[in-house]
Nanobody
Framework: QVPLVESGGGSVPPGGSLRLSCAASGSKQDFFAIGWFRQAPEKQREGVACFRRSDYKTWSADSVKGRFTISRDSAKNTVYLQMDNLKLEDTAQYYC??????????????????WGHGVQVTVSP
């Protein structure tokens, strides 16, 4: 498992954009997937987007499709979440996490073992 450090959170009005970054430090990078999750107050943590190392494909939740894009810069060991056309309901603490088991689901937080501390994203008028 590798330490994960998120950055890029902030406050924007509806329709605005933010880009989150997740830096994975350390030489061991053979996780099965790296993903973004979010948790709003009094709600369960939910999967937002995920990058699969096995086939380099991505997954995103229906609620963010067409608005959020996950990408990875392997040279920098960094994963990004570009968030466009942000909505009020996107307000949450956003976390980066890695899955170290092969039988994971991108949408399932319980399948991810290593977590960052999270960054706050606030969308308000």
């Amino acid at each position: 498992q590798v330490p994960l450090v998120e950055s890029g959170g902030g406050s924007v009005p509806p329709g605005g954009s933010l880009r989150l970054s997740c830096a994975a430090s350390g030489s061991k990078q053979d996780f099965f997937a790296i993903g973004w999750f979010r948790q709003a107050p009094e709600k369960q943590r939910e999967g937002v987007a995920c990058f699969r190392r096995s086939d380099y494909k991505t997954w995103s939740a229906d609620s963010v499709k067409g608005r959020f894009t996950i990408s990875r810069d392997s040279a920098k060991n960094t994963v990004y979440l570009q968030m466009d056309n942000l909505k009020l309901e996107d307000t949450a603490q956003y976390y980066c996490a890695t899955a170290w088991r092969s039988n994971y689901e991108c949408s399932e937080p319980a399948d991810f073992d290593s977590w960052g501390h999270g960054v706050q994203v606030t969308v308000s008028p």
